[in-house]
DNA sequence: CAGGATCCTAAACGATACTG
DNA sequence: CAGTATCGTTTAGGATCCTG
């Protein structure tokens, strides 16, 4: 896997290399749950169990692993009190609140123009997806 | 062209929804191909064979998956010249160029921040990502 | 309550071969 | 050239049970 390891600059169209390290950040960051959980996290501090009520559809499972790959990232802070039973919160860090900011312009775009874009699919009584 | 905007507007939040339509939208401008499509479109028209060596790493299927699925939102267009061989055009829409700004606002981002990414992964030592 | 461990299914993905 | 079709592999995702 590791060949010449050129340790420069990540360049503006770095992004469309194979081994682009952004790419998974960009990955966590946009994944399913993802953006879900940072939206739901500018607007304050929760438990796990609350963010799980507050995201539809979402299992513990993927909860658990989609916090902690954005908390390896340095998005997401977890604050555990070692009490019984055990009680967690979840907040984004400053540099999380910056991505989230990023993503939630984008999920603003896509709710507020989601008419537009239906029409587009209705338009081309799309068979692709839908089937 | 739309003068009847009395439909109500989904508001904000309703991405937490399960069955939200946005979410499909999301994922495809979001998943792994998606994002690096619309980037490379905004720097003009491409040819499939030239978007795919653009692209770093992606293959004929999913490339081709990945178009069909952002011709289909009305993002991408798709101008068909019927000669022998072959010659078909990608293009932004208008529509696709707006959430391309979008998408390619949270890559910049990423692409501006990976070192102090990168160090809070070093910091953690992640160890759940990489196993 | 917050998750880890396990098991399983569905979907995403990729390589190759083939066609108009 | 620009795909489609097929197949095999990998990953995402979910259900359930279990423990501190």
């Known amino acids: 896997m590791n060949n010449t390891e050129t340790l420069d600059q990540p360049q503006r169209g770095e992004l469309f290399a194979v081994a682009c390290p952004s790419r998974q950040v960009l990955q966590n960051v946009t994944s399913r749950w993802g953006v879900l959980v940072l939206v ?5 501090t929760y438990r796990f169990s609350d963010l799980r009520r507050k995201i ?3 299992s513990e ?3 658990a692993q989609t916090l902690q790959a ?3 990232d340095g998005f997401v802070l977890r604050t555990a ?3 019984v039973p055990p009680y967690v919160e979840y ?9 989230a900011r990023e993503v939630e312009s984008l999920a603003d775009w ?7 874009i239906m029409a587009q699919r209705q338009a081309r009584e799309s068979e692709l997806q839908a089937a």
Chains 1, 2 share one sequence.
Request: proline content about 3%.
């Open 56 to 58: 539809g559809g979402v």
């Open 81 to 83: 009190r070692p009490v």
């Open 61 to 63: 499972k993927m909860l």
């Open 70 to 72: 954005l908390e390896a």
């Open 40 to 44: 739901a996290l500018m607007s304050g």
């Open 91 to 99: 907040s984004l860090t400053h540099m999380g609140q910056e991505v």
């Open 110 to 116: 896509i709710e507020g123009n989601l008419y537009r």
